[in-house]
């Protein structure tokens, strides 16, 4: 087991190579990878914390990144809170996940504290720590993710779990650099913030601060060689002023179906970048790599991904895979995996000449008369358009068909200043409509609009009328 094997994160770090010129940086401070893993305030409080469920709650990432190598291996489990989880569900992590300590650069007061426990204050401030690396317990990593019911599911990893898929690899011959659009305390961005940690790379964190522009300057400021982010986090930066100036040697894109229009865009703009996206889930893991520019993946894939298996069930991707969480936490939370130790991802596969393709989730379908669309499958037609730039597809109430399918359409800017013929480029996008899909599936309005609302995760949120 990797925890067996380096005891920690900390320790995993300090044996991935010569960390000699390697940083994490984020929107106020750069900060050596040896002083990192050198220690803090908070690590010399290990006793304190050793053997804790430990919610963890900053504002920013870079201490996020800080307690994580610092409480791996001493405390029994770490709770990742995202930057947007409501206080109103508090209460409810603290009592599913056991909380008994909470390590926060906030105050007490400000997290709702709902009951007396231990508070640990932590800072930005590193000071070399007076303990010499010890191990006591194999942390529980836990992950929120979204609940049917509003309230998170608190999904349970571990280091070797989070790690399955990180190959760490000699020292490349030429400095790489990572960053993502994703927020480390995420899925998606604990797996950069893993890849980077684990081979001693520079590591440049994005900040809610600052917008998609800056964001992007400054990447290409830090010589950022490998990024990644959804379809979103892309489509968004494409849209940006600053999107020319990385260079990127490599793009990644994961967390949302990838269609061909995104694949182009990405291809013609980086055309030096190797172009892979990823399936991945908090749940499952990360299952497999796609590197040939194509959307979907080769159906070879399903039974020749090493170290996962998966299948197609009912029409869903199943995963069974050591890089898979353990459990959801709670007494009532549902199994995450069947009797037969297979995850049900509820993604739609689809395969066509050989190739499968995601049709869109099971709990996103639009009922049209009875008939099945997933929004996904619309979009990914229009976005083939070459006027539009995103799309979002959402459901209206309809007393005859139950419910109507509505496009929301965002335009490129016009190069030239020109303002767009809207009612002309809405009927070429029912002409593209018609032509690619059954006639149940046609958007009955096409709705432009000058933007998308782009939830925390990176993904477009979707929503009923």
Not at 183 to 205: E, H, K, P, W
Not at 347 to 353: A, L, Q, S, Y
Not at 409 to 421: E, I, N, R, Y
């Amino acid at each position: 087991m990797l925890q067996d094997k380096l005891g920690s994160l900390r320790n995993a770090i300090s044996s991935a190579g010569d960390l000699e010129g390697r940083f994490v940086h984020d929107l106020d401070e750069c900060i050596t990878l040896s002083s990192l893993i050198a220690g803090s305030a908070l690590y010399n409080r290990g006793d304190e914390l050793s053997g804790r469920s430990v919610l963890l709650a900053t504002r920013d990432q870079l201490t996020t990144a800080s307690a994580l190598i610092e409480l791996d291996g001493v405390a029994r489990r770490l709770v990742l809170c995202p930057p947007d989880v409501p206080l109103e569900h508090f209460p409810y992590i603290v009592e599913t996940a056991e909380i008994d300590a909470i390590v926060s650069d906030r105050n007490a007061l400000q997290l709702g504290k709902p009951k007396p426990m231990y508070f640990s204050p932590c800072s930005r401030k590193l000071e070399p720590s007076s303990q010499n690396g010890f191990v006591h317990h194999q942390t529980e990593w836990v992950l929120l993710t979204s609940g049917t019911t509003g309230l998170p599911k608190l999904v349970a990893h571990t280091l070797e779990s989070l790690a399955g898929a990180i190959q760490p690899g000699e020292r490349p011959a030429q400095p790489i650099v990572w960053s993502t659009f994703y927020d480390i305390r995420r899925y998606g961005g604990l797996q950069i913030f893993l890849r980077a940690m684990l081979s001693g790379s520079t590591l440049v964190l994005s900040s809610g601060h600052e917008s998609t522009a800056d964001f992007l300057a400054r990447a290409a400021a830090s010589n950022v060689t490998h990024i990644s982010g959804t379809p979103s986090h892309w489509r968004r930066a494409l849209m940006s002023s600053s999107a020319h100036l990385i260079t990127p040697r490599y793009v990644r894109l994961s967390g949302e179906i990838v269609d061909q229009a995104i694949l182009n865009k990405l291809r013609s703009t980086y055309t030096q970048a190797k172009l892979v996206h990823a399936f991945a889930s908090t749940e499952a893991g990360v299952a497999f790599e796609v590197h040939d520019g194509s959307s979907g993946f080769p159906g070879e894939a399903l039974t020749a991904t090493s170290g996962v298996e998966m299948k197609i069930e009912d029409g869903t991707l199943r995963i069974r895979s050591p890089r898979a969480a353990s459990r959801y936490l709670g007494e009532r939370a549902p199994r995450l995996k069947g009797e037969d130790g297979f995850v049900d991802t509820t993604d739609i596969v689809e395969t066509k000449d050989g190739r499968c393709y995601f049709a869109g989730r099971r709990d996103g379908v639009i009922n049209v008369g009875g008939l099945k669309v997933f929004p996904e499958e619309i979009e990914a037609v229009i976005n083939r358009h070459p006027e539009v730039h995103m799309s979002a597809v959402r459901s209206k109430k309809s007393p005859v068909m139950g419910s109507l399918v509505v496009a929301d359409v965002v335009l490129k800017p016009q190069s030239d200043g020109m303002t767009h013929d809207v009612r002309a480029i809405q009927d070429d996008i029912l002409l593209l409509c018609r032509e690619s899909l059954s006639s149940h599936k046609i958007p009955a309005a096409i709705n432009v609009v000058p933007s998308l609302a782009i939830a925390e995760s990176g993904k477009v949120m979707r929503r009923n009328a």
